[in-house]
């Protein structure tokens, strides 16, 4: 599986990697080991605990909970790495993967259209047979029976589970939070909503929090 990167390897434990050094993701009986410069991760990531044909629900033997910046390195570090099982990548947003980070920045001030900033441009994903499942929120996980639950009820059948959904920004809970004006920004509907409402030569506006997307 090629270096661990100074982890120590206890063949046959669960995860089989302990005391990493960097960060250590453990997927099911099979392991995988991340760091900054190295990735390793065993073929059969998903095949042995993998139980298909459950009648007509969904299924995958990767599924990936997150459709941003994550979840598709997730996806695209798996071919990479020659994993030929079945990914589906499911996620709220109703578009392809793309970066966040402009959507405060070049996309927000018109310098980008929404294309230049994908991770992929969108037939990357049919082509190495990465399924996207658009627009979908997951409501429960059955950890026991490998499942999720999915708008509308539907069901998806898994045999490894990666979630990369990220977070919501929180709402100031203070009188006048709701009013028309006050925006939060996550995605590019919120982007969008916000462009939609900036008014040309608007000179004086107000910015909560300090991370990567506030700074532009």
Not at 116 to 141: C, D, H, M, Q, Y
Request: glycine share 14%.
């Amino acid at each position: 599986c090629g270096s661990t990167n100074g982890a120590k390897v206890k063949p046959g434990a669960k995860g089989g990697v302990v005391d990493p050094p960097a960060w250590k993701g453990e997927l099911n009986a099979t392991w995988a080991y991340f760091s900054s410069k190295r990735f390793c991760a065993q073929n059969s990531i998903a095949q042995r605990s993998f139980a298909p044909n459950r009648g007509r629900m969904t299924e995958a033997e990767v599924v990936i909970v997150g459709t941003g910046h994550g979840g598709a390195q997730a996806a695209i570090a798996l071919r990479q790495l020659g994993f030929a099982g079945s990914i589906l990548m499911v996620g709220r947003d109703k578009v392809a993967p793309y970066e966040r980070p402009p959507l405060t920045k070049e996309y927000l001030v018109g310098e980008k259209p929404f294309e230049r900033i994908l991770v992929r441009p969108p037939a990357f994903w049919p082509e190495r047979n990465i399924a996207l499942k658009l627009g979908t929120n997951v409501s429960k996980v059955d950890p026991a029976a490998k499942v999720l639950t999915v708008s509308g009820g539907e069901t998806i059948a898994y045999g490894t589970l990666i979630w990369a959904a990220g977070g919501d920004p929180r709402r100031p809970s203070c009188p006048g939070a709701q009013l028309r004006g006050i925006h939060t920004l996550r995605d590019k509907a919120d982007a969008d909503r916000l462009i939609g409402e900036l008014e040309p030569g608007a000179g004086r506006g107000g910015v909560l929090g300090g991370g990567v997307i506030r700074v532009g």
